[in-house]
């Protein structure tokens, strides 16, 4: 197994020990979004006629696409989370090798896993550059104009739909991020009209979110020196990064404030029982 599938499924292999039953939706939205930008939509239930992301949202869809427990357990734990998510924000660019792994290598799987914890802010724009002309901006990217129209189309999704960062991580894992973004919008924000995201990529919209990317990034205290560059609860240190690239979910969890979810391992039973050799 290779590619995408082979990083989830490596994903899986290694963080689910632990976690409760209300995390297998999540793990099971981006299965399905996997299966289907990989193979084609059959790979999704037959009995399903929702996208994955939207499996959860209403009770016929979860009834019909077989996640019922699964959504009810996710949306009653959510709702007794008493502190405040863990704000984790990255600022990158979508052709840079780093930020790719990072986000979905380590973003992306942490988030999955401690989504009722952590609030996750992407800031597609890094080590671009800006250029006032006119009423307009023109913009540079470290990586060329395939890069700019990435950053573009990522920072018009997140403005358009709550399902974003599935479409992003669809296209960051992704062989070639631009030519999969079609496809990758179409099996995970289906909401989202191709024609109206391109509008935004190409019109004034793109341009004003994108400018106030630019002003995101350059506001940043201290100011970034590469990227991908995460801040914590709004604060960057080298510590806090080295952290985050090392092991997102641990910090996470230690950072977190509240009753620590089982994901954490807050709440696992260690077993100790033998079937000895007769």
Same mark, same amino acid.
């Given at each position: 197994?290779?590619?995408?599938?082979?990083?989830?499924? *490596?994903?899986? @292999?290694?963080?689910?020990?632990?976690?409760?039953?209300?995390?297998?939706?999540?793990?099971?939205?981006?299965?399905?979004?996997?299966?289907?930008? /990989?193979?084609?939509?059959?790979?999704?239930?037959?009995?399903?006629?929702?996208?994955?992301?939207? #499996?959860? %949202?209403?009770?016929?869809?979860?009834? /019909?696409?077989?996640?019922?427990? /699964?959504?009810?357990?996710?949306?009653?734990? @959510?709702?007794?989370?008493?502190?405040?998510?863990?704000?984790?924000?990255?600022?990158?660019?979508?052709?840079?090798?780093?930020?790719?792994?990072?986000?979905?290598?380590?973003?992306?799987?942490? #988030?999955?896993?401690?989504?009722?914890?952590?609030?996750?802010?992407?800031?597609?724009?890094? $080590?671009?550059?800006?250029?006032?002309?006119?009423?307009?901006?023109?913009?540079?990217?470290?990586?060329?104009?395939?890069?700019?129209?990435? $950053?573009?189309?990522?920072?018009?999704?997140?403005?358009?739909?709550?399902?974003?960062?599935?479409?992003?991580?669809?296209?960051?894992? %992704? *062989?070639?991020?631009?030519?999969?973004?079609?496809?990758?919008?179409?099996?995970?924000?289906?909401?989202?009209? #191709?024609?109206?995201?391109?509008?935004?990529? *190409?019109?004034?919209?793109?341009?004003?979110?994108?400018?106030?990317?630019?002003?995101?990034?350059?506001?940043?205290?201290?100011?970034?020196? &590469?990227?991908? #560059?995460?801040?914590? $609860?709004?604060?960057?240190?080298?510590?806090? /990064?080295?952290?985050?690239?090392? %092991?997102?979910?641990?910090?996470? !969890?230690?950072? &977190?404030?509240?009753?620590?979810?089982?994901?954490?391992?807050?709440?696992?039973?260690? &077993?100790?029982?033998? !079937?000895? $050799?007769?």
């Amino acid at each position: 197994m290779s590619g995408l599938l082979g990083v989830f499924f *490596n994903f899986c @292999r290694t963080s689910v020990r632990g976690v409760r039953l209300k995390m297998k939706v999540h793990l099971l939205l981006i299965l399905a979004v996997c299966l289907n930008t /990989q193979y084609g939509s059959s790979a999704l239930p037959d009995s399903c006629s929702y996208p994955p992301s939207k #499996w959860c %949202s209403s009770l016929h869809s979860a009834v /019909q696409c077989g996640v019922l427990k /699964q959504c009810l357990e996710s949306n009653f734990t @959510r709702s007794h989370q008493t502190a405040d998510p863990v704000r984790v924000e990255l600022y990158y660019e979508s052709l840079c090798p780093g930020c790719r792994g990072f986000l979905t290598q380590m973003l992306f799987p942490t #988030w999955l896993m401690l989504s009722d914890i952590m609030a996750v802010t992407l800031v597609p724009y890094g $080590n671009a550059q800006e250029k006032p002309d006119e009423q307009k901006y023109i913009f540079l990217c470290q990586h060329g104009e395939q890069e700019c129209l990435g $950053n573009m189309i990522e920072t018009c999704l997140l403005n358009m739909t709550e399902n974003a960062f599935y479409t992003i991580f669809c296209m960051e894992s %992704s *062989n070639d991020v631009i030519k999969s973004a079609k496809s990758c919008v179409e099996v995970s924000s289906p909401e989202v009209s #191709w024609d109206k995201l391109m509008t935004c990529v *190409n019109g004034n919209q793109g341009n004003q979110l994108m400018h106030q990317n630019a002003m995101k990034t350059k506001a940043l205290n201290p100011p970034h020196e &590469y990227v991908p #560059w995460v801040t914590i $609860n709004g604060v960057h240190t080298e510590d806090l /990064q080295n952290k985050a690239m090392n %092991s997102l979910f641990t910090l996470v !969890c230690s950072m &977190y404030k509240g009753t620590k979810p089982p994901a954490c391992g807050s709440s696992q039973r260690h &077993y100790k029982s033998y !079937c000895h $050799n007769e």
